[in-house]
């Protein structure tokens, strides 16, 4: 598990790099419920670069605030790629951000299947270019796999800015 140090030596990275492109960042979130918008907002100066988030929990907040299409929800369900591709897509749409980072995913206890346990997650990476989606699987209890959701959308975006 990453450490609170370690995720900020990140975070100063991801913004060191943000600054030096001249680009900007928004999050949406599901499962980590803001985590992601709490630790872009933890350092100082994260105002140069963080444009803000959204964190839609209920399938009807995705529809609204991100954009998400609703026959993506029925056809796929709220824990999929396409969802999490169309969530990055939105918050970085709507707010014009050059990068977005979004997080779908089931952190338990409850609301896991077989085709989807608990520790499913699909993180989505939004930039000018394309957009990319991470499959993830983490185990713990819910704070862990948030935090490990979390961690893992920071470090995508820090390879993607390298």
């Not at 796929?76 to 709507?94: C, E, L, Q």
């Not at 980072?101 to 930039?127: D, N, Q, R």
Request: proline share 4%.
């Amino acid at each position: 598990m990453q450490t609170p140090e370690s995720v900020t030596k990140v975070l100063r990275l991801i913004q060191e790099q943000l600054k030096q492109q001249g680009a900007s960042m928004a999050t949406a979130e599901s499962c980590t419920g803001g985590l992601l918008a709490y630790l872009f907002t933890e350092l100082a100066g994260s105002s140069g670069i963080y444009l803000g988030g959204v964190s839609a929990y209920a399938n009807a907040a995705k529809i609204e605030l991100l954009g998400i299409d609703p026959q993506q929800l029925i056809q796929f369900g709220a824990v999929s790629a396409p969802v999490a591709a169309a969530m990055a897509d939105g918050i970085r749409t709507r707010l014009g951000s050059t990068y977005a980072l979004s997080l779908t995913g089931i952190a338990g206890p409850g609301g896991g299947s077989a085709a989807k346990p608990v520790g499913t997650v699909f993180c989505a990476l939004s930039g000018i270019e394309a957009t990319r989606v991470y499959p993830l699987a983490f185990t713990g209890d819910r704070h862990a796999i948030r935090w490990a959701a979390a961690v893992a959308a920071l470090h995508y975006l820090h390879e993607a800015l390298a």
